[in-house]
């Protein structure tokens, strides 16, 4: 009997497909003990499906690129590190030898003991961590089940399924997205986690919040997912796949017209050109970026060379990527970012401090860097030999006070003194930028003015630092919102400041390439936006049917909105094209 279950909508589209659930806590295992001539065997069958595991975990990482990569490896680092635990492996091999329990038994036993440890932790981050305890014992009894099963074995080639599941690691929505998964939906989470972002980066449809879902949607049901209204319908009527079919249609219209955008100018309806940058991380992105017609890179994230490794980069290890990435873009500037490491990032290579209380309140970005100048100078070298290639800026993340930029164009200064002394060819100029996220930053954006050539507005950080809303913790949707007016006064304030001051300034957070937020941000004066090179050309197409000169009309009622409704209402009034923010 067809059903509706109501959702919010994390990334938009629809999907028609089978329900798989996935309720990882609840185990089906076979409990009889083994007979001791088994558990040689079993305990053979056992290592190599952690093998499997930790084989599928490497094949993922291979496999990934993108902006969202260097998060998704986050959870492929911490899972990896799981599989390798030394008390886990050994607790796991004294089940089956001295318990007798199956591996199946002994996986979820070794589960719930750990989960349990988690549980009692009082960081609410560490106790969050017992999903990746469910998502690695999912893994492995999963491998385990493929190799006995021939029935598993089917099921897991099968393509054509939605997934029904509490929470979704990025890590298994990217390995599973190139396995014919076609949508997710949550029984919890938010629409501003990491596996919304990513779904949102891989175009797989996705709810979270469909409360019911785990109990009232069964294994194979068939299920159309319209993540374009929040809902997921069980058994569809014929009406309903009519519906499907007509969204079809128009979406492959839609990306058809969007296509002929990539050679166009971006350009308001009241013909005032529009900056278009990207955010890019790998060769894939800066591909993407010069075939979406971007006008350069916005922001490059450096931090991924340093997180997949234990070692840290050498200075031509660093000089080969950045000078790639510069000649990709193929004469259109590129804006390196200074490494942005911390202790709430995996760092393998150990550089980052451990055990801060508030890692997103420590030694994280210039405040790292600056605290080992001769690891800073290496990339400092490779940034200044690669800028010989193309036009080359350098953004410096996580600037409070102008001292910080002031020690960086030294360190810059110095190291070049030390190239040219090498006979090394140097660039004529380097400008240096601040990322405005830290808050203190955009009141004092003027004294940073003095020091700084352009400016990029962090929105992500900024919004979490602004709200003292964690951007990771799904319980404070309501007030991580980007429409926050005390956001928005300092967004606005920064992009007047730079201009005054006949600065650039871009902004590349999240919301630069959210067609939602494209109006908004037009109103506040922004002119460069920075994004993720799968939006531009919907970001383009979207600044195409807005009039700027009459939503900078609009910009004070919005600075001056009591409440993030208040926004929202006018944004309503201002732009057709505005749906609800908390709907992806
Ligand atoms: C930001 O904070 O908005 C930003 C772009 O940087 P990141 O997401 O890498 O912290
Ligand atoms: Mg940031």
């Not at 190599?48 to 492929?76: M, P, Q, W």
């Not at 003991?113 to 999903?131: G, I």
């Not at 996220?437 to 990029?456: C, I, M, Q």
């Not at 003292?468 to 980007?482: K, S, V």
């Amino acid at each position: 009997m067809r059903q509706i279950l109501a959702g919010t909508v994390a990334s938009r589209g629809m999907a028609l497909g089978r329900a798989r659930l996935v309720q990882p806590s609840r185990y089906a295992v076979d409990n009889r003990p083994l007979a001791e001539d088994e558990i040689g065997s079993e305990l053979e069958r056992l290592h190599s499906a952690l093998d499997t595991a930790r084989l599928e975990l490497r094949e993922l990482r291979g496999k990934l690129h993108g902006a969202l990569a260097r998060e998704v490896n986050e959870f492929i680092d911490a899972h990896s590190l799981l599989l390798d635990d030394p008390e886990l492996l050994r607790g796991l091999d004294d089940l089956v030898k001295i318990g007798h329990y199956r591996p199946g038994a002994a996986l979820k036993k070794q589960r719930d003991k750990l989960a349990a440890v988690f549980e009692a932790m009082d960081d609410p981050y560490l106790r969050s961590r017992k999903e990746d305890i469910d998502q690695v014992i999912a893994r492995v009894i999963s491998a385990l089940q493929r190799q006995t099963s021939a029935e598993e074995r089917k099921l897991a080639a099968r393509v054509g399924e939605i997934l029904i599941a509490d929470s979704i690691a990025p890590a298994d929505m990217a390995h599973q997205a190139g396995n014919g998964l076609l949508g997710v939906v949550g029984s919890s989470g938010s629409a501003y986690s990491h596996s919304a972002i990513l779904a949102r980066s891989l175009g797989l449809p996705m709810l979270v919040g469909t409360r019911d879902a785990l109990s009232s949607i069964h294994d194979d049901d068939l299920l159309l997912l319209d993540a374009e209204h929040g809902e997921a319908i069980v058994h569809p009527t014929a009406q309903d796949l009519a519906r499907y079919r007509a969204w079809q249609r128009e979406s492959v219209a839609e990306g058809r017209r969007l296509a002929t955008l990539a050679n166009a100018p971006t350009r308001t309806r009241d013909g005032r050109d529009i900056h278009l940058l990207a955010n890019a991380e790998s060769t894939t992105d800066v591909a993407l970026a010069r075939a979406r017609g971007a006008d350069g890179v916005g922001l490059y994230r450096t931090e991924f060379l340093f997180l997949r490794r234990k070692s840290l980069p050498s200075e031509d290890e660093q000089f080969i990527a950045y000078r790639d990435l510069v000649i990709g873009m193929g004469g259109l500037p590129v804006t390196i970012r200074t490494l942005d490491l911390g202790a709430d990032k995996a760092d393998a290579s150990g550089l980052a401090l451990r055990g801060e209380d508030n890692p997103a309140l420590g030694v994280r970005g210039v405040r790292l860097s600056l605290r080992y100048p001769a690891v800073f100078t290496t990339q400092i070298r490779a940034i200044l030999r690669a800028a010989c290639y193309g036009p080359v800026r350098v953004l410096v993340p996580m600037v409070t006070q102008p001292d910080e930029l002031i020690a960086v164009r030294t360190l810059f200064k110095l190291a070049r003194t030390e190239l040219e002394r090498e006979h090394v060819d140097l660039p004529e100029k380097l400008p240096l930028g601040a990322m405005i996220e830290v808050p203190a930053a955009a009141l004092n954006v003027r004294a940073l003015l003095d020091h700084a050539d352009f400016l990029a507005i962090g929105t992500n950080d900024l919004a979490q630092y602004v709200l003292a809303a964690d951007r990771g913790n799904d319980a404070l949707d309501n007030i991580y919102n980007p429409l926050q007016p005390a956001l928005l006064r300092l967004i606005a304030y920064v992009i007047t400041s730079g201009r005054r001051a006949g600065r650039p300034v871009s902004l590349c957070g999240e919301i630069g390439g959210d067609t939602r937020f494209t109006a908004l941000l037009l109103a506040l004066g922004l002119t460069e936006f920075s994004m993720h090179p799968s939006q531009l050309l919907l970001v383009r197409d979207r600044l195409a049917g807005l009039d700027r000169s009459a939503l900078r009309k609009a910009a004070i009622s919005l600075t001056r909105a009591a409440t993030h409704e208040d926004v929202e209402t006018l944004l309503a009034h201002m732009d057709p094209g505005f749906g609800p923010v908390a709907s992806g």
